[in-house]
T-cell receptor, first 112, second 112 residues
Framework: DAKTTQPPSMDCAEGRAANLPCNHSTISGNEYVYWYRQIHSQGPQYIIHGLKNNETNEMASLIITEDRKSSTLILPHATLRDTAVYYCIVRVEAGANSKLTFGKGITLSVRP | DTGVSQDPRHKITKRGQNVTFRCDPISEHNRLYWYRQTLGQGPEFLTYFQNEAQLEKSRLLSDRFSAERPKGSFSTLEIQRTEQGDSAMYLC??????????FGSGTRLTVV
């Protein structure tokens, strides 16, 4: 699986949009971009995933650049409960080798 | 079905003892994964099952570790002759072949 690069940490003000960047310059054509987050002492939680089109769900939006070498996870109105480690992962979706490989992620701190 | 269930939530054991953890996946999910997470790191893949077949094992899984998934339902992860380096959070996840993972809350193992 392609590797991803994320800054170690960032913060944002409560109520503002949080834009979390991820670089995946070696992504292959059949690899999806997945985002998970992990709140302290809990298991990771699926947020969103996409191939090349932008995606939106009730939690977040995923913007993937046209060349697919980077993406941004957007939390439109961050709350204190969004403070967590966010993992950007690229993954082949089908087949026996479709496991998730986690890096260190980015720690988002939402301040009041 | 309320999600992936792991038992126990916490385990303290003396070095050299054997421990066994249990994971109950979401009932319709045929894939089950075990991960290990140490402080400050992302989850590391250990092994995964499709139904009852163990399809992949990480090199992290030494011969002291064994996992089973009888009848393709719940899974157990056993660690024999525990060492202090085994202290970690052990996470279980389940999924369908082309979907995001659902993680349990994990079992925190402390070896003293």
């Amino acid at each position: 699986d392609a590797k991803t690069t994320q800054p170690p940490s960032m913060d944002c003000a409560e109520g503002r949009a949080a834009n979390l960047p991820c670089n995946h310059s070696t992504i292959s054509g059949n690899e999806y971009v997945y985002w998970y987050r992990q709140i302290h002492s809990q298991g990771p939680q699926y947020i969103i995933h996409g191939l090349k089109n932008n995606e939106t769900n009730e939690m977040a939006s995923l913007i993937i650049t046209e060349d697919r070498k980077s993406s941004t996870l957007i939390l439109p109105h961050a709350t204190l409960r969004d403070t967590a480690v966010y993992y950007c992962i690229v993954r082949v979706e089908a087949g026996a080798n479709s496991k998730l490989t986690f890096g260190k992620g980015i720690t988002l701190s939402v301040r009041p | 079905d309320t999600g992936v269930s792991q038992d126990p939530r916490h385990k303290i054991t003396k070095r050299g003892q054997n421990v066994t953890f249990r994971c109950d996946p979401i009932s319709e999910h045929n894939r089950l994964y075990w991960y290990r997470q140490t402080l400050g790191q992302g989850p590391e893949f250990l092994t995964y099952f499709q139904n009852e077949a163990q399809l992949e094992k990480s090199r992290l899984l030494s011969d002291r570790f064994s996992a089973e998934r009888p009848k393709g339902s719940f899974s157990t992860l056993e660690i024999q002759r525990t060492e202090q380096g085994d202290s970690a959070m052990y996470l279980c996840a389940s999924s369908l072949p082309v979907s995001g993972y659902t993680f349990g809350s994990g079992t925190r193992l402390t070896v003293v």
